[in-house]
């Protein structure tokens, strides 16, 4: 499978008005795709129905081979999704936050995964604080750690850089780069031309439910 995200030329979304307007991309097993766009560009939108958190009203997408709309249970076991809001729960420890979703994902305590996580994104130091002393960099980094649980294939990181510091920002880089050399596949929305000129295999731009311009970096910014 060379494709891990397909989606049709004519898939959109309606809400109120037409929130995606045929949107039409191919993202490939193994690379970083990136959809650039300012707020309300429509990218949690196009996250949301490409994990099949939302319905599509017209075309069609598939993930991992699976059609988003009638194999949507599929879709989700196959991704991970980061959101742009962190799922971390503030009460808990980063510890108990990712024991909780080891719990979800495999039915069974896994002390080891927790472990292994809490030391790849440099946690183990406040493991045992709640999460609600921790840094917006340190949470993101979190929120990441418990989608890897699982080992998915496939992730979505919704504006995973948002309102970082600088150094914060090029540790999530790293992170995501070192993904991808695992051959994870990665679909990244970014308000940040530079995040998306820094990271990505292919840029798509997005604006009002619209894609303006897609290509390489170099082209795309051009
Ligand atoms: N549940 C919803 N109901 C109605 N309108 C929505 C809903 N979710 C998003 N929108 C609208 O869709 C547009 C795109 O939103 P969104 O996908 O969140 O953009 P972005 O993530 O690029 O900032 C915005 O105009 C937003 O107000
Ligand atoms: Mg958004």
């Given at each position: ?15 109120d008005?037409?929130?995606l307007?045929?949107?039409?991309f ?9 959809l650039l766009?300012p707020?309300?560009a ?16 017209g ?37 108990e ?5 080891v ?10 995964v ?21 840094s917006?960099g ?8 418990m ?6 294939r ?15 920002r ?24 530079e995040?998306a ?26």
């Amino acid at each position: 499978m060379s494709s891990a995200i397909e989606v049709s030329p004519t898939a959109e979304v309606v809400w109120d008005a037409v929130v995606l307007n045929g949107i039409d991309f191919d993202v490939r097993a193994g690379t970083i795709f990136s959809l650039l766009g300012p707020n309300g560009a429509g990218k949690t939108t196009t996250v949301n129905l490409l994990t099949a958190l939302t319905k599509a009203d017209g075309g069609t997408a598939r993930v991992a081979g699976h059609d988003i709309a009638t194999e949507a249970k599929a879709v989700r076991a196959r991704i991970g999704v980061t959101g742009q809001f962190a799922a971390v729960d503030e009460l808990l420890t980063g510890y108990e936050n990712l024991q909780l979703m080891v719990d979800l994902k495999r039915g069974g305590a896994d002390r080891r995964v927790v472990e292994d996580l809490l030391e790849r994104f440099d946690l183990v130091e406040s493991a045992r604080k709640p999460a609600s002393t921790y840094s917006g960099g340190m949470r993101r980094k979190l929120d990441l750690a418990m989608t890897l649980v699982g080992d998915p294939r496939i992730i979505f990181l919704d504006e995973p850089t948002t309102g970082l510091d600088p150094r914060s920002r090029r540790t999530m880089w790293s992170i995501i780069r070192d993904l991808v050399a695992d051959g994870v596949t990665i679909f990244l929305t970014t308000q940040y031309l530079e995040e998306a000129d820094q990271l990505a295999d292919r840029v798509a731009v997005l604006d009002q439910g619209r894609l303006v311009a897609q290509g390489t970096p170099t082209s795309s910014s051009a």
